[in-house]
Nanobody, 123 residues
Framework: QVQLVESGGGLVQAGGSLRLSCAAS??????????MSWYHQGPEQERDEVAR???????VYADSVQGRFTISRDDARNMVYLQMNNLKPEDTGIYYC???????????????WGQGTRVTVSS
């Protein structure tokens, strides 16, 4: 199994910055983490992907955060980060980390999710 734990959320004024972290743990001998993503779920909204980073370091961003958010990963520490700058009230919500994992024992890919961290941006 893979466990993901997010941290770094909080309350910030519009225009401010936050850095979210996601720590992955588990039996790394039995799986390989490939793509990692951050998702945003606003109040009464669906959960949408805002940033993704591949194992090779390629990044993809939602239009709503392009130029403001930066995703990065540190595979030596099994961490993925989301640097959020110039935050807007519409960025408010819960941010979830997701790992796309190749399970060696089952020969299959599976998504794993963290429990989320709350971000509130005041106007």
């Amino acid at each position: 199994q893979v466990q993901l734990v997010e941290s770094g959320g909080g309350l910030v004024q519009a225009g401010g910055s936050l850095r979210l972290s996601c720590a992955a743990s588990g039996s790394f001998s039995s799986f390989r983490v490939t793509d990692m993503s951050w998702y945003h779920q606003g109040p009464e909204q669906e959960r949408d992907e805002v940033a993704r980073i591949t194992l090779g370091g390629e990044t993809v961003y939602a239009d709503s955060v392009q130029g403001r958010f930066t995703i990065s990963r540190d595979d030596a520490r099994n961490m993925v980060y989301l640097q959020m700058n110039n935050l807007k009230p519409e960025d408010t919500g819960i941010y979830y980390c997701k790992a796309y994992v190749w399970r060696i024992d089952a020969s299959e890919y599976k998504n794993y999710w963290g429990q989320g961290t709350r971000v509130t941006v005041s106007s």
